[in-house]
């Protein structure tokens, strides 16, 4: 590790820290702000793959990621925040003591011995891998548990980052080709996803999940 | 060089369709490409079937499994071309849609088939999870195509479930590259590559990814509980991709599972697996079939059974030994049966304007031809003889007879109740007098042509295997 481990962990505390944010503010401009710090945090740990591997073209990766996820995905969505008047968000299912003993369980549970075949993946990483799985359930849990379609596009996008975070650390990161595609994938994603969200406004007048009844049979 | 060309062409006419503005042209131009898509996939099925495996580039690879899907693929995509053509051209008639609809409508349907035949080809896992990764892109705006509430709902729920769906796919994915970490983070790791590697697979960690795997591409097969988007987007997605979704797209998938399942049996043995799928078949068939009995929609009523089938299949390749064989069969009638009902049920709503079932009486009447189309499918589809389905069905249900007898009598009794609820509902819909405003009569040849052809294919299948077919599947089995 060229990064000292102490500041890897503080890293992925960020990262951590952030979805724990997600899933208890309010305000969905703040929202949009934590989502693009958690993936400054993905960039530093690409950077510290590069002092590992010195290998130039993760540059690269560094480069589109910072482009897509820390400035372009805030950006799409403050706009939408904007377009919408949107500054708060839709409630969640559970309430937030209920929210809370939830996260401290799922964090428990990655940190448990049933997980430990996919934490000891790179034994000396034992304590980050621990980590970066909770997050990976953190961040289902914020997909459902919130009811706001912005909070799901967060959901989605906190997950798809803490696998990332995950992959690095076990090892398992891909030739630098096939992550440029997952990311202009995610890039795809992230416009599309925009593009329903303001569908669903006009459709709906609201951005609250619980308001969309017309699938009956 | 097929291949590519296959890849050139639908890229090139999805990008081509932006540009052009006569319909006409834009038409053509799909359907030429499909042609040519279907020509050159029954070329690449030919190679393998002599080669083993067709693999002239480092990024792409067909087996024989891949090779049927390709043709699958071509061919449920030809027909769905040729049948949205005349398809649309109704719908503009009758203002429901106008040209820059029809233009989004070949522009994503192209690259919706494309990305089908990506991750058919793709020798890279990662390559494949981004191709239907794009498969659920090019698709969503198809699911909100007519841009009402409903639709856009389905549209979302459709996004959001796939999406997390193949994030736990990826997640699947990533572990299964555990076997070979040592090799770097530059090295291009194909399937091939992870087969080799997978005697060094940790047994919990292949049990941890296949789960992943199963979960992740599971939720774009429709296998329940994960199914729950399936019956939304159906019924909401213009007929032809209706076609393309659960003809093409339901053997893509499941392709990419069986990939990992063949490195997870070097791994672990089959037993894991095997019993996954059992478990994920049966509460497939179970739910389609508890479901079904009060469908309302003609449309939902297919996609319980798109569900059902896809239990079946999963059920065939979790018994193993010659429910392999007649897996491998089922996925093919499933796609072309499944197709030609979906088109045939495009014309009823091109007829009735409605996809209730209640709306809907004496099909036989006001269109003869779709109306005999739409019954010969149902009976084919539910494992009537003399189409295939019975005997890929009774196949199955044998290989796990012995092993797996509860499993073996549930998945029966189920299929009894599925093809109960469907009879019913079919029999309400094809019979009866039909409502005075409904003129008789097939409005267009063109549209009762495609799902003709696709169930004449069905039954000539089922009635003779050519050895070309045969050759593919022989292989399958010695591959799974």
Known sequence: MIMNIIFLQFLLEIMFLTIIFLHLTKKNFSAAVAYGIQSLVICFLFINSFFETGNVYIFAIVLITFIVKVILAPLFLTRLIKKHALSFSVSTYLNTPLMLIVIAGLTFLAHSRKFFPLTDIIPTNQVLLSMALSTVFLSLFLIINRKGVLSQILGVLSLENSIVAFAIFAGLEQSVGLQLGVIFNIFIWIIIATVFASMIYEHFGSHDVTFMKNLKD | ?480
């Open chain 2, 1 to 480: 060089m097929e291949l590519i060309f296959i890849i050139a062409i639908l890229t090139i006419t999805a990008f081509l369709n932006i540009l052009i503005k006569k319909r006409v042209i834009i038409e053509f131009l799909s359907i030429v490409s499909s042609a040519v898509s279907l020509v050159l996939s029954v070329v690449v099925a030919v190679k393998v079937s002599v080669l083993g495996i067709y693999s002239p580039f480092l990024f792409f690879s067909v087996d024989s499994f891949g090779a049927i899907v390709m043709v699958i693929v071509a061919f449920v995509g030809f027909t769905a071309s040729a049948y949205s053509i005349p398809y649309l051209r109704q719908e503009t008639a009758k203002d429901i849609i106008g040209f820059t609809r029809v233009k989004q409508y070949f522009v994503l349907s192209n690259l919706f088939l494309t990305a089908m035949f990506l991750a058919v080809m793709a020798s890279n896992p990662i390559f494949a999870w981004i191709a239907i990764e794009v498969t659920t892109l090019s698709t969503a705006f198809l699911v909100s195509f007519y841009n009402k509430p409903s639709m856009v709902e389905a549209a979302w729920k459709y996004l959001i479930i796939n999406s997390v769906g193949l994030l736990l796919g990826f997640m699947g994915t990533l572990l299964y590259f555990t076997s070979v970490n040592s090799l770097g983070g530059d090295t291009f790791v194909s399937w091939q590559i992870l087969l080799e590697n997978a005697s060094h697979l940790d047994a919990l960690i292949a049990k941890i990814a296949f789960v992943f795997v199963l979960v992740g591409y599971g939720t774009k097969v429709g296998l329940a509980p994960m199914h729950t988007w399936k019956p939304d987007a159906y019924s909401k997605v213009p007929a032809p991709i209706g076609a393309l979704l659960s003809g093409a797209l339901l053997p893509v998938a499941f392709l990419v599972i069986l990939r990992f399942k063949a490195i997870t049996d070097i791994s672990i043995g089959s037993s894991f697996s095997g019993n996954l799928l059992i478990v994920f078949g049966l509460l497939s068939v179970a739910v389609a079939a508890l479901i079904i009995l009060n469908s309302k929609n003609y449309k939902r009523l297919l996609a319980y059974s798109s569900i059902e089938n896809a239990g079946v299949v999963a059920l065939g390749f979790g018994f193993g030994g010659v429910g392999i064989f007649t897996a491998v069969l089922h996925i093919i009638y499933n796609a072309l049966i499944k197709s030609a009902l979906f088109l045939s049920a495009g014309n009823i709503f091109l007829k009735y304007s409605s996809t209730k079932i209640e709306k809907v009486k004496g099909v036989l009447t006001a269109l003869p031809a779709t109306g005999v189309i739409f019954l010969a499918g149902f009976l084919a589809i539910t494992g009537m003889p003399p189409f295939g389905i019975f005997v890929t069905k009774i196949f199955i249900l044998s290989a796990g007879i012995l092993a797996h007898p509860v499993a073996t009598i549930m998945a029966l009794i189920f299929m009894t109740i599925l093809f109960t609820g469907f009879l019913r509902q079919v029999v309400a819909m094809i019979f009866g007098e039909k409502p005075a405003g409904v003129e008789t009569g097939e409005s267009n040849v063109w549209l009762v042509l495609p799902p003709l052809l696709l169930m004449a294919v069905a039954l000539g299948l089922s009635v003779y295997i050519p050895s070309l077919l045969q050759t593919l599947i022989n292989n399958v089995v010695l591959h799974y």
